[in-house]
């Protein structure tokens, strides 16, 4: 993630502690050289919902294999173990399975902090209560369009207004809560309506998604947006996050799943604030870019372990088997060593880039989707040729 209102407008959030504190820098199996891995953990595959870019290729049906209770509360016990700071619960729609609440509580007993990643259809008065009363940090509700257009996106007609009523119905409870917006060429002309739902409703945090080629996102590569647009995109969402800062609006605006943003981002200030420059660029050398298989993993419904939730087509092992500190501290697989020092590895414009330093290869899965090598260039990288150069006039740019 990149959190765009903290590198341009200083914001403080939760995360940030995750990202861009010095302790993050050099951890090579968690967010920081004392914690584990953030996890994602895809509770169910089952989904009321049929997203035309799920990764996890979620549908209405249950998988008669998914972790029990008793496994999940064990996973759970060792998540704490490996002092894992956050655990992410998502699926499917984590909200259909019937011990949700009983595994929220055992987590935040654990000292866990828990969030939600969540369509937001099912959430009635009473659960946004519960989830409150429970103590989960974080309900993110993925909208991916204004009205008819997120409903078709989404396979369900009325799905835009049961998310929204999902949405106020948290903020009644008291329950944090945010969106989460994937962008792509159905929907990227509503950028601008979204930013006005976000002002409307009071909404405190919005992540803008770019495309993962995973699952049936796989089946979109087509539909993604062009580097053009996704420029253009990105420069808008900047705006927005200084806007809202300007008129005193407490919005945390983020960006997930391309890291070249960060350089985009400094290279902006570099023409429109210099002063911040040194700042913004030091926060992106101590977060270090994408660190799937590092500070971010992931448990399958089944138990299999996964570098992040859109490799599931790379099995680490299994928690039914092995502990998730073993599985995870077992640098045996090739693509988990990989991971934790790409840079030789990585190929084409990634390999000889001079800001891997901030970047770090960007995203492996869009990489292999596209040219069926995990370690070539992501396509995704929408940085131009000049921009590359002036990696090398940066304090520590030069390629490793």
Same mark, same amino acid.
């Given at each position: 993630?990149?959190?765009?209102?903290?590198?341009?407008?200083?914001?403080?959030?939760?995360?940030?502690?995750?990202?861009?504190?010095?302790?993050?820098?050099?951890?090579?199996?968690?967010?920081?050289?004392?914690?584990?891995?953030?996890?994602?953990?895809?509770?169910?595959?089952?989904?009321?919902?049929?997203?035309?870019?799920?990764?996890?290729?979620?549908?209405?049906?249950?998988?008669?294999?998914?972790?029990?209770?008793?496994?999940?509360?064990?996973?759970?016990?060792?998540? +704490?173990?490996?002092?894992?700071?956050?655990?992410?619960?998502?699926?499917?729609?984590?909200?259909?399975?019937?011990?949700?609440?009983?595994?929220?509580?055992?987590?935040?007993?654990?000292?866990?902090?828990?969030?939600?990643?969540?369509?937001?259809?099912?959430?009635?008065?009473?659960?946004?209560?519960?989830?409150?009363?429970?103590?989960?940090?974080?309900?993110?509700?993925?909208?991916?369009?204004?009205? +008819?257009?997120?409903?078709?996106?989404?396979?369900?007609?009325?799905?835009?207004?049961?998310?929204?009523?999902?949405?106020?119905?948290?903020?009644?409870?008291?329950?944090?809560?945010?969106?989460?917006?994937?962008?792509?060429?159905?929907?990227?002309?509503?950028?601008?309506?979204?930013?006005?739902?976000?002002?409307?409703?009071?909404?405190?945090?919005?992540?803008?998604?770019?495309?993962?080629?995973?699952?049936?996102?796989?089946?979109?590569?087509?539909?993604?947006?062009?580097?053009?647009?996704?420029?253009?995109?990105?420069?808008?969402?900047?705006?927005?996050?200084?806007?809202?800062?300007?008129?005193?609006?407490?919005?945390?605006?983020?960006?997930?799943?391309?890291?070249?943003?960060?350089?985009?981002?400094?290279?902006?200030?570099?023409?429109?604030?210099?002063? /911040?420059? +040194?700042?913004?660029?030091?926060?992106?050398?101590?977060?270090?870019?994408?660190?799937?298989?590092?500070?971010?993993?992931?448990?399958?419904?089944?138990?299999?372990?996964?570098?992040?939730?859109?490799?599931?087509?790379?099995?680490?092992?299994?928690?039914?088997?092995?502990?998730?500190?073993?599985?995870?501290?077992?640098?045996?697989?090739?693509?988990?060593?990989?991971?934790?020092?790409?840079?030789?590895?990585? /190929?084409?414009?990634?390999?000889?880039?001079?800001?891997?330093?901030?970047?770090?290869?960007?995203?492996?899965?869009? +990489?292999?989707?596209?040219?069926?090598?995990?370690?070539? !260039?992501?396509?995704?990288?929408?940085?131009?040729?000049?921009?590359? !150069?002036?990696?090398?006039?940066?304090?520590?740019?030069?390629?490793?």
């Amino acid at each position: 993630m990149i959190n765009v209102s903290h590198l341009l407008c200083r914001t403080e959030n939760y995360g940030d502690t995750l990202r861009y504190k010095r302790g993050v820098q050099g951890a090579q199996s968690g967010t920081t050289r004392t914690r584990g891995p953030v996890v994602v953990w895809n509770c169910t595959k089952a989904c009321n919902l049929r997203c035309i870019h799920c990764y996890s290729n979620s549908d209405n049906n249950k998988h008669p294999d998914e972790l029990t209770t008793g496994e999940g509360k064990a996973l759970i016990d060792d998540l +704490a173990r490996m002092r894992v700071p956050v655990l992410l619960l998502s699926g499917g729609e984590p909200l259909l399975r019937p011990d949700l609440t009983t595994l929220i509580s055992h987590a935040v007993k654990q000292g866990i902090r828990v969030t939600i990643s969540t369509n937001g259809t099912l959430i009635t008065e009473d659960l946004a209560q519960t989830l409150k009363e429970l103590g989960v940090s974080y309900v993110g509700v993925s909208l991916d369009g204004i009205g +008819a257009n997120n409903d078709e996106f989404r396979g369900k007609k009325g799905a835009f207004d049961a998310a929204l009523q999902g949405i106020r119905r948290c903020q009644a409870a008291g329950q944090k809560v945010g969106l989460r917006f994937t962008m792509n060429s159905y929907n990227i002309a509503d950028l601008d309506e979204i930013f006005q739902l976000v002002e409307a409703e009071d909404i405190p945090r919005v992540c803008f998604y770019h495309l993962a080629y995973s699952g049936r996102g796989s089946e979109m590569i087509s539909a993604d947006i062009s580097h053009a647009q996704t420029r253009n995109a990105v420069e808008r969402i900047a705006s927005q996050a200084e806007t809202y800062a300007e008129r005193g609006l407490q919005k945390e605006i983020l960006t997930v799943d391309n890291h070249c943003d960060g350089m985009f981002l400094y290279l902006r200030e570099t023409k429109q604030n210099p002063d /911040k420059t +040194a700042e913004i660029l030091e926060l992106l050398k101590i977060n270090g870019g994408n660190r799937s298989g590092i500070a971010i993993g992931c448990v399958d419904w089944l138990g299999q372990v996964h570098p992040d939730q859109f490799s599931q087509d790379i099995t680490l092992g299994s928690v039914r088997e092995r502990s998730f500190d073993t599985i995870w501290t077992d640098e045996s697989h090739s693509v988990l060593r990989g991971l934790r020092n790409r840079k030789p590895l990585l /190929k084409g414009r990634c390999g000889g880039c001079p800001w891997l330093h901030t970047c770090n290869g960007n995203f492996r899965p869009r +990489a292999a989707a596209v040219t069926g090598d995990y370690w070539e !260039a992501d396509p995704a990288c929408y940085l131009t040729d000049e921009e590359i !150069a002036a990696g090398k006039y940066t304090q520590g740019g030069a390629a490793q």
